[in-house]
């Protein structure tokens, strides 16, 4: 928000191949209650308690993914629910080390 993003670079989703269950940090808590920010306070930030979000990993190689058809549906998934979380579309998927490992999906 305070950037102003319109579009995500998503980098390293081949690195999540390997998990069973992927977790997406969604919000932060204190004293058991969500509070809507990052804090910027080291002291209160040692405090805090992450909320997660557990997604299904997908076990399966995506090295070799070049466009959005050829990721898994549970990596198509994990994609759109960072996109509703952050509420910003990924534009660019990295699926390995090389330039040709990005996807660009619009």
Not at 84 to 102: A, D, L, T
Request: with cysteine.
């Amino acid at each position: 928000m305070i950037n102003g993003f319109t579009a995500l670079a998503l980098t390293k989703l081949d690195i999540l191949d390997v998990l069973d269950e992927i977790k997406i940090g969604v919000a932060y808590k204190l004293g058991g209650k969500r509070i809507p920010y990052f804090p910027a306070n080291q002291e209160i930030l040692q405090k805090v308690e992450v909320e997660y979000e557990t997604m299904p990993g997908w076990k399966t190689d995506t090295t070799g993914a070049r466009k959005w058809e050829d990721l898994p549906p549970k990596a198509q998934n994990y994609i759109r629910c960072v996109e509703n979380h952050v509420g910003v579309p990924v534009k660019w998927v990295g699926v390995g080390k090389s330039r040709e490992s990005m996807i660009q999906l619009f």
